[in-house]
């Protein structure tokens, strides 16, 4: 089996073994089938942003430190060389453009006569030039095309396409392979493989890169996927539909060729969960790529509302008087069990009540159906979580939400990059709850003077493992919910202050 094979391989070539509780996968055959959820949970290569998390690139001692190929610590910088005039961004027919300038992703573009060879993982282009030489020229460039581009273990587990110039061999009048099918759009290509698996991945790393990439085609594009798993396909056809018009082709698993006379190999990625609209055509946003979870999960929703109207009439005959109330500000906690899990959670649920909050826990899991926990937040005023994959899902609350994010010991800096940045840049109004050494599990655990608890940076310091063991792995919070409390009165004043603002607006 190829992929266990490869898992093999990169063992002996890391012989780390990340193993985050987030359920990431990297290339375990396991996590494609959605029918055995106990392996889905079993993890092998498993990572996270956890490998980035928490190492904050300027406690990095040097830039040439091996741990910054843990983050790109210049990932700030690097969104500018991703301009809309990259080296690729007029590229003329018959060639090939690669641009490696990103440190998050390479993104090759082709034009011309391109016919896909998936057994040999290449795609050919053909061109009619006779070099001066005479000579056939095998020009070809190497891509993998995911997003991870600085960490090489991950890199090393995807696909490597092999792009090639061909020339034709003049002493054969056509030895170009043979098209089956034609396409008169262009293609993307790119991998499912790496993180897929973990939700903050499968949006980080895929969703929005493909957003980013393909947008512009206005859904009249053909996505051609590496390491193709069907369960993504099922998890996200309702967004895939609203990408692209075509059926996805795997790669490798249909043998046929594929012409095409565009394509963009590699997806852009411009930071965490983020859409830059200064490297947009037309200025797209975050909160346009949004509008496509929400059209996307709209018919799902109705199919859902309809049934539960059904069901309800079906039982109740009477018909109930309407609800003249005004409907309670809305608050959902994202709930974990295990690591992370706030262990007073009941009593949190009962202080929001009595604040005045209809309240809903909602424990994401792998299988989840996604267009109900959009159902739930888009109709919710108050996000709360601790920090953690999950935290992605702050992408299903409508811009001016709140988003209130419990921020464990030592995950200051991850909380921040990953999910507070993020969610500002969504509309979104965030309040990252840092939690004392006092709310940690960890207090019970060490001395009060203990660097765990009184410097989580230093022992950040001293590597992933510890920041993944102590801090990751082992921490529960306890909240101490009067000072919890301020951020939920808080939260509650300002959904009823914007509330009364729209009535007031709307009744002008
Ligand atoms: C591009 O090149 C291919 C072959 O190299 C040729 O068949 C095609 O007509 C060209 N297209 C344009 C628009 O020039
Ligand atoms: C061109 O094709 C001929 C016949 O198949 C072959 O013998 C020759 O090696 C080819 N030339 C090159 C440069 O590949
Ligand atoms: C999300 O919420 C908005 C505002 O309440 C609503 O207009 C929209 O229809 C909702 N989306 C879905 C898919 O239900
Ligand atoms: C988490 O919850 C599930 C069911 O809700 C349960 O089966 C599992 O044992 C729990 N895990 C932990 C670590 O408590």
């Known amino acids: 089996m190829v992929h266990y094979q490869r898992y093999i391989q990169l063992r ?144 090393a587990t995807i696909d490597e396409l092999t792009l090639i110039d061909k020339k034709p061999n003049s002493s054969i009048s056509d030895d170009r392979h043979k098209c089956d099918v034609y396409h008169d759009v262009p293609a993307v290509f790119f991998s499912t493989g790496g993180y897929t698996g973990n939700v903050y991945h499968e949006f980080n790393d895929g969703l929005i890169p493909l957003y980013i990439t393909s947008q512009k085609y206005n859904k009249k594009v053909v996505f051609v996927i590496l390491e193709y798993h069907d369960w993504w396909i099922t998890k996200y056809e309702n967004l895939l539909k609203h990408l692209s018009d075509f059926e996805p082709i795997d790669f490798s698993g249909d043998k046929r060729t594929h012409c095409f006379s565009d394509a963009i190999v590699g997806l852009k990625i411009h930071n965490e969960l983020a859409v830059d609209s200064s490297l947009m055509e037309g200025s797209k946003t975050i909160k346009d790529f949004r509008d496509i979870l929400d059209k996307g999960y709209r018919p799902r929703i109705q199919g859902l509302v309809f049934e539960e109207e059904h069901e309800k ?25 295990g690591s992370r899990e706030i262990l007073n959670e009941n009593l949190l649920v009962k202080m929001a009540s009595k604040i005045g909050f209809s309240v809903t826990v909602v424990k994401p899991q792998r299988t989840s159906e996604l267009a109900k926990i959009y159902r739930e937040l888009n109709s919710s005023d108050v996000m709360v979580g601790v920090h953690g994959a999950a935290m992605t899902h702050f992408l299903f609350m409508k811009p001016g939400s709140v988003f209130i994010q419990v921020v464990p010991l030592g995950t200051n800096w991850a909380a921040e990059t990953y999910y507070g940045e993020p969610a500002k840049k969504l509309g979104l109004r965030y309040i990252g709850y840092e939690i004392l050494p006092r709310e940690s599990s960890l207090y019970d655990e060490y001395q009060s003077d203990d660097p765990v608890l009184s410097d989580p940076n230093s022992v950040n310091d001293r590597g992933w493992e510890f920041t993944k063991k102590i801090y990751l792995d082992r921490q529960k919070v306890r909240l101490n919910l009067v000072r919890f409390r301020k951020r939920l009165i808080r939260s509650y004043i300002y959904t009823m202050t914007k509330r009364n603002t729209n009535d007031m607006v709307r009744s002008q």
């Open 12 to 155: 002996k070539v890391v012989n780390v073994t990340y193993v985050d509780e987030e359920d990431a996968c990297v290339n375990m055959s396991a996590c494609n089938k959605r029918s055995k959820p106990k392996l889905l949970f079993f993890l092998l290569f498993c990572t996270l942003l956890s490998s980035c998390l928490l190492l904050s690139p300027h406690l990095l001692p040097f830039p040439t430190s091996p741990l910054s190929l843990i983050y790109p610590a210049g990932a700030e910088d690097e969104t500018l060389s991703v301009s809309k005039t990259s080296p690729c961004s007029s590229v003329s027919n018959g060639t090939i453009c690669c641009d490696r300038s990103s440190i998050r992703s390479d993104v090759c573009v082709m034009k011309g006569d391109i016919r896909t060879h998936s057994s040999s993982f290449s795609v050919f282009l053909y061109t009619s030039k006779i070099s001066h030489t005479g000579e056939q020229s095998f020009r070809q460039e190497k891509i993998r095309p995911y997003t991870r581009k600085w960490e090489p273990s991950t890199m």
């Open 313 to 337: 009439s079906q039982q109740n005959k009477r018909i109930k008087p309407i609800r003249q109330q005004p409907e309670k500000p809305k608050l959902v906690i994202i709930s974990r069990n």
